[in-house]
């Protein structure tokens, strides 16, 4: 059953309920001695007709506006965390309790001020008492703290931070990119992945693109994506805070970064630089991938098939599993075999390291 059909059910339901206490309505009209009897009848028609216009016109907005905004709010409670919940109960209920002190002296105030006062004033403590519990959830770990007979020392504050793992918000890019996958399987990313909606919004719109590679290249972020929700060790979440005062992207990321203190987790060089200037913290896959690339000191022998002609006259070209590429010197005569090489030098670049090495028993 879609919307309409559900839309026009309650349409009807609610004509038939409404008319029904209107004929009820109208027949109560005839304890009143100045109507005619012969106009009973006529009013208690028009009295129905008019109340099953009425549920016709009104029940949808009286029934499915609440219904709809009650379903939105148990989707939103679902992403809220546990901790946000516990404290904005803690929150309420204390707010109640000292609500309820202050209404007792309220309440012998002449009436109808001694009735309804006390009830404002406890509900004023409770909202009060919510609203800054869920605002400040943190307040509620601070009291735990500060009453706790733990020694305060750099064990227990090490174990602290260890227990509360650091949000994690994922770029489009490093969606994309495709290797967090991998790396959450590794189990060494500590933490919970955050992809915010406005994140996932770019990733639909890549994936709708008119063009073939932007398209494919968006297709392949929505399973990555769809994979660390299925498969990653790394609990993944949802969120839909957005930033409405910021208009790009990387902008709205780095400003939610802020705001929840948490780290991105990217490979988009430029958003990397522009975080760093504004103090946030930066996870750059292609920082970690030349990190744990093979390290190779000068005299060290490998081997390595070579593959193509270098850019210099005489050399070759290979590369390591790793990827790292590998500038054979007077290697030309080389390519398509594989041989035993000597480093010469290795050099780190922008683009990552490089490593020159020349034949095992030529000169250098």
Same mark, same amino acid.
């Given at each position: 059953?879609?919307?309409?059909?559900?839309?026009?059910?309650?349409?009807?339901?609610?004509?038939?309920?409404?008319?029904?206490?209107?004929?009820?309505?109208?027949?109560?009209?005839?304890?009143?001695?100045?109507?005619?009897?012969?106009?009973?009848?006529?009013?208690? !028609?028009?009295?129905?007709?008019? @109340?099953? &216009?009425? *549920?016709?016109?009104?029940? =949808?907005?009286? %029934? $499915?506006?609440?219904?709809?905004?009650?379903?939105?709010?148990?989707?939103?409670?679902?992403?809220?965390?546990?901790?946000?919940?516990?404290?904005?109960?803690?929150?309420?209920?204390?707010?109640?309790?000292?609500?309820?002190?202050?209404?007792?002296?309220?309440?012998?105030?002449?009436?109808?001020?001694?009735?309804?006062?006390?009830?404002?004033?406890?509900?004023?403590?409770?909202?009060?008492?919510?609203?800054?519990?869920?605002?400040?959830?943190?307040?509620?770990?601070?009291?735990?703290?500060?009453?706790?007979?733990?020694?305060?020392?750099?064990?227990?504050?090490?174990?602290?931070?260890?227990?509360?793992?650091?949000?994690?918000?994922?770029?489009?890019?490093?969606?994309?990119?495709?290797?967090? !996958?991998?790396?959450?399987?590794? @189990?060494? &990313?500590? *933490?919970?992945?955050?992809? =915010?909606?406005? %994140? $996932?919004?770019?990733?639909?719109?890549?994936?709708?693109?008119?063009?073939?590679?932007?398209?494919?290249?968006?297709?392949?972020?929505?399973?990555?994506?769809?994979?660390?929700?299925?498969?990653?060790?790394?609990?993944?979440?949802?969120?839909?805070?957005?930033?409405?005062?910021?208009?790009?992207?990387?902008?709205?990321?780095?400003?939610?970064?802020?705001?929840?203190?948490?780290?991105?987790?990217?490979?988009?060089?430029?958003?990397?630089?522009?975080?760093?200037?504004?103090?946030?913290?930066?996870?750059?896959?292609?920082?970690?991938?030349?990190?744990?690339?093979?390290?190779?000191?000068?005299?060290?022998?490998?081997?390595?098939?070579?593959?193509?002609?270098?850019?210099?006259?005489?050399?070759?070209?290979?590369?390591?599993?790793? @990827?790292?590429?590998?500038?054979?010197?007077?290697?030309?005569?080389?390519?398509?075999?594989?041989?035993?090489?000597?480093?010469?030098?290795?050099?780190?670049?922008?683009?990552?390291?490089?490593?020159?090495?020349?034949?095992?028993?030529?000169?250098?």
């Amino acid at each position: 059953m879609n919307s309409k059909q559900v839309r026009t059910l309650f349409r009807i339901v609610g004509a038939l309920v409404l008319g029904s206490l209107g004929i009820a309505l109208g027949s109560q009209l005839g304890l009143f001695p100045v109507i005619p009897t012969s106009a009973y009848q006529w009013i208690m !028609a028009l009295a129905g007709l008019a @109340g099953g &216009v009425l *549920g016709w016109i009104f029940t =949808p907005r009286l %029934v $499915l506006r609440p219904f709809n905004r009650f379903r939105r709010f148990i989707d939103h409670v679902d992403s809220v965390p546990a901790a946000v919940i516990l404290a904005g109960a803690a929150g309420l209920f204390a707010g109640l309790a000292f609500g309820a002190i202050a209404a007792y002296p309220v309440s012998h105030l002449p009436e109808p001020l001694g009735q309804f006062l006390p009830f404002f004033i406890a509900a004023a403590f409770g909202y009060a008492g919510l609203t800054i519990m869920v605002a400040r959830p943190d307040l509620l770990q601070g009291l735990r703290d500060r009453f706790s007979f733990r020694e305060p020392g750099p064990e227990s504050d090490k174990a602290e931070a260890t227990a509360t793992p650091m949000g994690i918000l994922l770029d489009t890019s490093v969606i994309i990119d495709g290797r967090i !996958a991998d790396i959450c399987r590794t @189990g060494f &990313v500590q *933490g919970e992945l955050v992809v =915010p909606l406005f %994140v $996932l919004n770019e990733l639909q719109h890549v994936a709708d693109s008119a063009d073939t590679l932007r398209r494919n290249r968006g297709r392949r972020g929505l399973e990555i994506l769809r994979q660390l929700q299925e498969e990653s060790p790394v609990p993944v979440r949802l969120v839909d805070e957005d930033m409405p005062t910021v208009r790009e992207v990387d902008d709205k990321l780095i400003a939610l970064a802020k705001e929840m203190d948490a780290a991105i987790l990217t490979n988009d060089y430029n958003l990397n630089r522009v975080a760093e200037l504004q103090s946030v913290r930066v996870l750059n896959v292609n920082e970690l991938a030349n990190a744990v690339k093979t390290v190779l000191l000068p005299g060290e022998t490998f081997t390595l098939h070579v593959l193509q002609e270098g850019k210099e006259y005489n050399q070759g070209v290979g590369y390591l599993d790793d @990827g790292t590429m590998v500038v054979v010197e007077d290697g030309i005569s080389y390519i398509g075999t594989t041989i035993d090489l000597t480093v010469n030098k290795v050099l780190q670049t922008a683009a990552g390291r490089m490593i020159f090495a020349r034949p095992n028993g030529s000169e250098s």
